[in-house]
């Protein structure tokens, strides 16, 4: 008897806990999916019923447009050099910033504005300052350095690496604090014994202190690829996807097809594959790379 | 604002006097949702100062206006006339996209309330129906041409401005030795871009097959891949500013008006509603002497009409709410002289759809317009609103990729073909 009112109110208690945030979930995630499913199987405009069905048509329309598979191909862009780039460069600055000098508060929060600021302002801002013979181009010039100017949003072949630049200047600093929190979070007297025994910085940098933020650098690794896949604001403000599709991106393919052209079954079938890749990749991601993370990671990490 | 209120003043009691003349009871009190992409001054303070005369002369009749940006304002209607609760009157550019937004059942038929007084609308109208039924009524009606700067021109040593392609392309080298950007074009936006490849089928193309091959959104006759072939013997000559595929058409200083507004740039082909626009983006207004205009020079060898003209028009629709009787009503007073005449004063338009209120033009560049406006042919809708809404755009962004460097002749035509 007792036993059983134990579980009638742990029952109550997860039902009060997990019911909100579950029934919201299942509102504004699982039943909109589904509905997009639905609807991704029709050639609809989004006006009256859904009468023309069309099978998988959407969906092999999607995979075969080259355009779309540019998108595919500027995410994967944006997350390769994300990984080769701005992963080292975050590290290094968080290493920086986490010894001991003069002014360390006020590096870390300029270092980190940028993250505050929205994408559409931050958007705007790079817009303005990278038009032909804007801010951008008369600082280069001021510098001695007129040769490097570019086309920066014009030239087809340019405007992936502006667009990962500005990506860069806006995401470094969450990847910062990211490490910082990391490198706060890692024991000291490892290095110290480390020390001890002889090793250089550089060899106390390498063997320990980046094995000992490799949770970290896996957490951040996930967050960026997600991120590049779901790239839109400062693409569409900035580019509008242009010049001749050269920055599309899955979003913004989304947006073109299901509202500018009034093609909202197609749309829908361009949100579902976008979801699958997000969701393969999370699911795969979570099985292989932060498994281990989540089953503590300070100790297993230094063992390794 | 006190200027700009002051500055209306006499205009609300033109419109409101007027109003009281065409006055009639309506039985319940009612307020009516409109939807506009009026969201700056003038304009959007004449709309106001309609409805607010509309509801002084039917005071059962209350007109809310909710102005939204015109890069948005398109998927909000989609949305809203999905919904069970769409505006009772909102903004639209008729045609294809029309077309499509009556597919929701949600646009009405307005023919009965408006075929006593649709005549003095006349030809513009077109537009807006469908099947001799009337879907919807303009304001203005705009063509395109070139805007180009006298001062520049002269700086170049160019005496008149071209007629032929041979002409304008003399001219852009003339420009290019003074170091002056010939065109500047809005490529970012890609409409801007396809208006080239428009106007070149226009001038290539003959009028009856080429109006059947885009209603049908099928694009046959050679003439269309000809055009393809113009264009991009157009391109090699390089007239556009650097960088211009990332240029916006009408936002900020360093968009393609505002480089002409700017005296950045010699020639911008834009719609009529371009000195509006530009004057916006200068504040010096002492600009507006020095610009002129002038139509697309004739292609040689060309089927169509030389004196052709590409445009469309901007207007409103009802919905099959409750009021469609009263939004009708509301729309014959703003294509009203009084109204009209209030819009071309202020410059917010440039033709209006009642030919008396053209009077009230005072610039001799758009007296031009408006002139030559009138001696058009015929006036081919945008081929992006001409075609099936989708197609449309697909033609845009072929248009716009050619303009980048990217796909031959037959792109656009292929781009068509394969949307539909």
Redesign the interface.
């Known amino acids: 008897m007792s036993r059983r009112r134990f579980d009638l109110r742990k029952t109550a208690e997860l039902t009060l806990l997990i019911g909100p945030s579950l029934g919201l979930f299942v509102l504004f995630v699982f039943v909109p999916l589904i509905t997009a499913g639905y609807y991704s199987l029709f050639n609809w ?4 019923p859904l009468t023309k069905f069309v099978g998988l048509t959407n969906y092999l329309k999607i995979l075969g447009d080259p355009l779309f598979q540019k998108g595919i191909s500027n995410s994967l862009f944006i997350a390769t050099l994300s990984v080769l780039i701005q992963l080292p460069l975050s590290i290094a600055l968080a290493l920086l910033l986490n010894g001991k000098m003069r002014g360390r508060s006020v590096l870390r929060l300029l270092v980190f504005t940028p993250y505050v600021l929205s994408e559409a302002i931050t958007a705007v801002v790079w817009l ?1 300052l990278l ?2 013979d ?1 801010g951008l181009d008369a600082l280069l010039r001021a510098m001695g350095l007129g040769s490097l100017i570019q ?6 072949n340019m ?1 992936m690496w502006t667009l990962f630049g500005v990506c860069t200047w806006k995401y470094i600093g969450f990847g910062i604090i990211l490490f910082l929190a990391g490198l706060q979070g890692s024991p000291e007297e490892i290095r110290e014994a480390a020390m001890t025994d002889g090793a250089n910085r550089w060899q106390v940098t390498w063997y320990i202190t980046l094995p000992l933020l490799a949770p970290t650098i896996r957490i951040w690794i996930f967050l960026s690829v997600i991120g590049s896949l779901q790239l839109f604001d400062l693409v569409w403000i900035m ?2 996807a ?5 920055s599309t991106t899955m979003a913004t393919y989304l947006i ?1 097809r299901g ?5 909202l079954g197609y749309g829908s079938a361009v949100a579902i594959v976008l979801f699958i890749l997000c969701f393969a990749f999370a699911l795969v991601y979570q099985r292989y790379a932060l498994r281990r993370d989540n089953e503590g990671a300070v100790t297993r990490g230094a063992e390794a | 604002m006190a200027l700009t209120l002051r500055k209306l003043l006499p205009a609300l009691a033109l419109i409101g006097a007027a109003a009281v003349m065409t006055g009639q009871a309506f039985a319940d009190p009612v307020t009516l949702q409109m939807w506009t992409n009026a969201t700056n001054d003038p304009l959007k303070g004449i709309f106001q100062g309609a409805a607010d005369a509309y509801h002084a002369a039917h005071p059962d009749v209350t007109i809310q206006i909710t102005p939204i940006q015109n890069e948005s304002i398109g998927q909000k209607i989609q949305l809203a006339l999905a919904s069970d609760s769409p505006p009772d009157i909102f903004f639209n550019q008729g045609a294809a996209l029309l077309a499509t937004q009556m597919e929701s059942g949600k646009v009405a038929d307005i023919t009965e309330f408006t075929k006593s007084w649709i005549g003095d609308v006349g030809a513009a109208a077109g537009n807006w129906a469908y099947d001799g039924k009337q879907y919807g009524i303009p304001y203005t009606m705009h063509v395109v041409g070139f805007w180009y700067r006298k001062d520049l021109f002269e700086q170049a040593g160019i005496s008149a401005p071209p007629t032929t392609m041979k002409e304008l392309d003399d001219d852009i080298g003339k420009l290019k030795a003074k170091s002056i950007v010939p065109i500047a074009v809005g490529g970012k936006d890609r409409w801007p871009d396809a208006f080239y490849y428009d106007i070149f089928a226009l001038r290539l193309c003959g009028e009856e097959s080429m109006k059947a091959e885009l209603k049908a959104g099928k694009l046959q006759d050679k003439c269309f891949t000809d055009a393809g072939q113009v264009q991009l013997d157009f391109l090699k000559s390089e007239p556009f500013q650097p960088g211009f595929n990332g240029t916006s058409a009408q936002q900020g200083p360093g968009s393609s008006a505002g480089m002409v507004a700017n005296g950045k740039a010699a020639m911008e082909l834009m719609g009529t509603w371009n000195m509006g626009v530009m004057q916006s983006l200068n504040d010096d207004k002492s600009f507006v002497d020095k610009i002129g205009w002038f139509p697309f020079p004739a292609v040689e060898g060309g089927k169509g009409d030389p004196t052709a003209a590409l445009g469309g028009g901007d207007g409103f629709s009802c919905t099959t709410n409750a009021h469609a009787e009263i939004c009708a009503d509301f729309l014959h007073f703003l294509s009203s002289k009084d109204v009209q005449t209030q819009m071309v004063k202020a410059n917010s338009i440039t033709i209006p759809v009642v030919a008396a209120a053209a009077d009230a033009i005072e610039l001799p560049v758009l007296k031009q317009v408006v002139d030559f406006n009138s001696k058009a042919a015929y006036v081919q809708t945008y081929f992006d609103l001409a075609l099936p809404f989708g197609v449309g755009q697909a033609l845009d962004d072929a248009a716009a990729n050619m303009f980048a460097g990217q796909g031959g002749a037959s792109a656009v035509v292929d781009a068509v073909n394969s949307a539909g």
């Not at chain 1, 242009?242 to 050269?246: E, K, V």
């Open positions: 405009n989004g006006f009256g303005i038009q032909p804007g086309l920066w949003l014009g030239d087809p405007v580019t509008r242009g010049p001749a599709g050269a073109d509202f500018t052209r009034y093609a």
